[in-house]
C-alpha cells in the first residue's frame, strides 16, 4: 500500500512540475511569447536605426559651414510649397513625400 502511495505521489509531483514547465508563468509557453515579442521588436529597432541615420545625415547636410544648398531648396519646396516665379505648379490630390 505504501508503495502505492509513494508512486501516486510522485506521480503527482512529476505532473505539477511538467505543468509548469509547459504552461506556467516561465513555462515553454511564454518562452516562446517572448521570442515573438523579441523579433517585432528587433524589426522596430532596426527602423528606429534608420530613422536616426536619416536624421544624422539631414543635420550633417544643414549644420553651417557645410550646408548642401540642394537639400535646402528640397526642404523649402515640400515643407513650405516654394517655387520659383517662372514654374507651373499642378495641384493633385496625392501628396508626394521627399525623403
Not at 19 to 34: I, M, P, V
Request: cysteine-free.
Amino acid at each position: 500500500m505504501v508503495s502505492r502511495l509513494e508512486a501516486l505521489g510522485l506521480s503527482l509531483l512529476v505532473l505539477y512540475f511538467a505543468y509548469h514547465a509547459f504552461a506556467g508563468e516561465k513555462g515553454l509557453g511564454r518562452w516562446s511569447d517572448a521570442q515573438l515579442e523579441l523579433e517585432d521588436r528587433k524589426v522596430e529597432l532596426g527602423k528606429i536605426q534608420a530613422d536616426i541615420t536619416r536624421l544624422r545625415t539631414d543635420i550633417r547636410r544643414l549644420t553651417p559651414g557645410s550646408v548642401d544648398p540642394d537639400f535646402v531648396e528640397a526642404l523649402a519646396r515640400d515643407k513650405l510649397a516654394f517655387v520659383y516665379p517662372n514654374e507651373i505648379v499642378l495641384m493633385t490630390s496625392e501628396r508626394s513625400v521627399a525623403n
